[in-house]
């Protein structure tokens, strides 16, 4: 977070806009671009013309696309959408180039960065971070006009970036560590290492772009294998940033950045049948169409992030409160643009007025403006071309008996989409079963606890619920009821997914695989056994084994 004297000197002249008293004419929520804070200019557009291919920055000579900031700016003929810069446009023959620089780098495992210690992998990535972290004012600058998070808020993804560099190092030297030691059982004598999986493709989301798409790299980098790392559509521009840091810290081959459309350039890769490991945060309709694709899914390694319908429960004994200030911390920060967003609120009947009351009024003094001005939580959406689905969703949910009842509610202005409260919702409406990823609160009004039971029995999605009550009696079947649909309860909390050591994952469609710290290394790991008896013979030639790769822990007791 930035400190106060960074704050005052930020904080612009005009007052921060609130979603309740928010101007009637769209454009007052914009500025001129003359008008945009210094600090905060998007200064020179990024052209991309290099790509980073067998450890070089070479130059592209092929087709571009334009990218465009979701932050529109007032002009005299009306709101324009700022261009930032071009990427190149790869296809399918320039992944498979990719591909094959990947597949010689990994040599079956024989590659300089496969074959390499761990501590070697350690300081390429902490060089690596290092170069990362000397770039946080131009990336988190670049990421704010590419996706319009707050400012703030990217400071703090930055952070925690680097700060997750950091802890998978440690959690790889403690595998590392217990790898040294010789298990001794049932008279054999095994020790356990782990071998990198091979290529791994990772793909990460527009929503967090460098925390997500980095918290795919790093574990797979670690493991040993060579990463192809396609940055988002949206939010790709700040990894030409990031090319001159990653050849110089990394062997040639160890990783490459792939540009293009999604479906022109991980189609052929997949195709291929030389990605062994697929890490992707994305839709299930994308994840599924391109696993279908790989020859032989058996031999596929997958870790999949994918959509979610989180709910909360707001029983009659919760603190109203505290169960409205998390459900909107919940529902609408970075416009409920996140998996881990609550989506559904689930309301007894006997305290949905008094929670519809604080619901209203707190969601009216919600800032609402431009990204870098402090206080705002609601912002131009990263993709604009949400804006149709959301109004369709809310007037499906009208047209079924829903009202918007919130001062505001529906309205947008340019690129930005008003938060919605939509209350009664029900089953036949849309938004009841699909995931809306943006600032929408559908209210369900319910009279017993098993109606959101059923909610999360019957809904495809299972990622995590949030339970608000002060009445164990309550809280104790509810939680037993709803373990076997989600993977995390939180109790008078919002959801999210940190801290990073908790897991990270969901049942049904929202995921496959655990991204928590301490779990993800094993999705792109191989565990080896080289075992032999406790005999003279076999201490002999797993010392001999021990002394040659570094390894000298053996059980206790045994002889060599």
Known sequence: MTDSANTKRRTPSRPVFRVGTAPADPAALFVRQNAVPRSFSPGRPIEQR???????????????????????????TGLVHLRLGSRPEMGGRDALRMLAAARKAFDEGRGAWASAPLERRISALSEFACRLASLKEPIVRTLMWEIAKPHA????????????????????????????????????????????????????????????????????????????????????????????????????????VLSGDGRAVLEPLMKSGGIDVFAFIGSLAVADRLINLHPKKTRLRTLLGLGAKNAAVILPDADLDTAVHECLLGALAFNGQRCAALKILFVHKDVRAAVLDRLIAETAEVGIGMPWTPGVRIT????????????????????????????????????????????????????????????????????????????????????????????????????EAASPHVSRINLNAKCQRGPDLFPFTGKKDSARGDFSASEILRTFSDRTVVAARDAASGRALLGKFLSSTGRLDIPEGTKR
């Open 380 to 479: 131009p959406l990263a993709d604009p071309a949400r804006i149709p689905y959301l109004r369709a969703l809310v007037r499906n949910a009208v047209s079924r008996g829903a009202e918007i009842v919130n001062a505001n509610g529906g309205r947008t202005a340019g690129s930005i989409f008003f938060p919605t409260i939509l209350d009664p919702v029900g089953r036949r409406m849309t938004v009841y079963k699909e995931e809306q990823f943006g600032p929408l609160i559908p209210i369900v009004p319910f009279n017993r606890a098993a109606e959101p039971v059923a909610y999360l029995r019957e809904s495809s999605f299972g990622q995590q619920v949030s339970l608000f009550t002060a009445d164990f009696k309550t809280l104790g079947p509810l939680i």
């Open 50 to 76: 290099r790509l980073l291919l067998a450890g070089e920055l070479v130059p592209w000579q092929g087709r571009t696309v334009d990218l465009f900031s979701p932050v529109e700016i007032r002009t005299p």
């Open 153 to 256: 808020e990217l400071e703090d993804e930055f952070d925690r970036t680097i700060e997750s560099i950091g802890r998978m190092i440690e959690i790889a030297r403690k595998r590392e560590r217990a790898a040294r030691i010789v298990k001794r059982e049932k008279g054999i004598l095994g020790l356990i290492r782990d071998e990198p999986r091979g290529v791994a493709l990772c793909a990460g989301p527009y929503n967090y772009p460098l925390f997500e798409t980095f918290g795919l790299v790093v574990p797979a980098l670690l493991a040993g294998n060579a990463v192809i790392v396609k940055p988002p559509r949206i939010g790709a521009l700040f990894f030409d940033l990031l090319l001159e840091a990653l050849a110089a810290a990394f062997p040639p081959g160890a990783i490459q």
